[in-house]
């Protein structure tokens, strides 16, 4: 069974950078095709952030483009989000999911809250 | 960017209604349309892709159709297990976007 697991501070200053790492288990990050971040702000619809593949390639959502990098690390078979230069608009659940060839999310991991406040 | 819009944002309902969600894109995506089921505290749920083509695992009771802008998810007789938020996405252009969800609630 496919497990993704998020983790990372939960609370992050206006202006700093927020850093997640998605740790994965029951799949191999080199067997799959793409590793996606999707975040929900409290109370509203989901957002695709960007995704990345066992080789590296990115893609990023070009609302998030100058502020995201996404990494992956095959000997940890885990990848990771760095958003830079954060605001309170950023405050969300932040998920981790595995993403087909097409672009569906089939696997999930539990998703994270962060915050962004002083 | 691909809007989507679904609607309504809440709709209630009691066990056994027959129920359907709308989702309208704002330019043709073909058939490039999933569904995902999302209760309180938890991540999504794949439910439907492909617009009509249920996974592993999903009742009967769920369907899907709709081709180019306008699709629908309904729900033949809604039970229990089925109060949650529903979010369509596309998937045919870069980049890949969802609607803003409609909440399924207990009238």
């Known amino acids: 069974q496919v497990q993704l697991q998020e983790s990372g501070p939960g609370l992050v200053k206006p202006s700093g950078t927020l850093s997640l790492t998605c740790a994965v288990s029951g799949d191999s990050i080199s067997s799959s095709d793409w590793w996606s971040w999707v975040r929900q702000p409290p109370g509203k619809g989901l957002e695709w952030i960007g995704e990345?593949?066992?080789?590296?390639?990115?893609h990023y959502n070009p609302s998030l483009k100058s502020r995201v990098t996404i990494s992956v690390d095959e000997s940890k078979n885990q990848f990771s989000l760095n958003l830079n230069f954060v605001t309170a608009a950023d405050t969300a659940v932040y998920y981790c999911?595995?993403?087909?060839?097409?672009?569906?999310?089939?696997?999930w991991g539990q998703g994270t809250l962060v915050t962004v406040s002083s | 960017d691909i809007q989507m819009t679904q609607s309504p944002s809440t709709l209630s309902a009691s066990v056994g209604d027959r129920v359907t969600i709308t989702c309208r894109a704002s330019q043709s995506i073909t058939n490039w349309l999933a569904w995902y089921q999302q209760k309180p505290g938890k991540a999504p749920n794949l439910l439907i892709s492909r617009t009509s083509n249920l996974e592993s695992g999903v009742p009967s009771r769920f369907s899907g159709s709709g081709s180019e802008t306008e699709f629908t998810l309904t729900i033949s007789s809604l039970q229990p297990d089925d109060f949650a938020t529903y979010h369509c996405?596309?998937?045919?252009?870069?980049?890949?976007?969802f609607g803003q969800g409609t909440k399924v609630e207990i009238k």
């Open positions: 999911a595995r993403t087909t060839m097409v672009r569906l999310f089939d696997y």
């Open positions: 990345i593949s066992h080789s590296g390639s990115t």
């Open positions: 996405q596309q998937y045919k252009t870069f980049p890949w976007t």
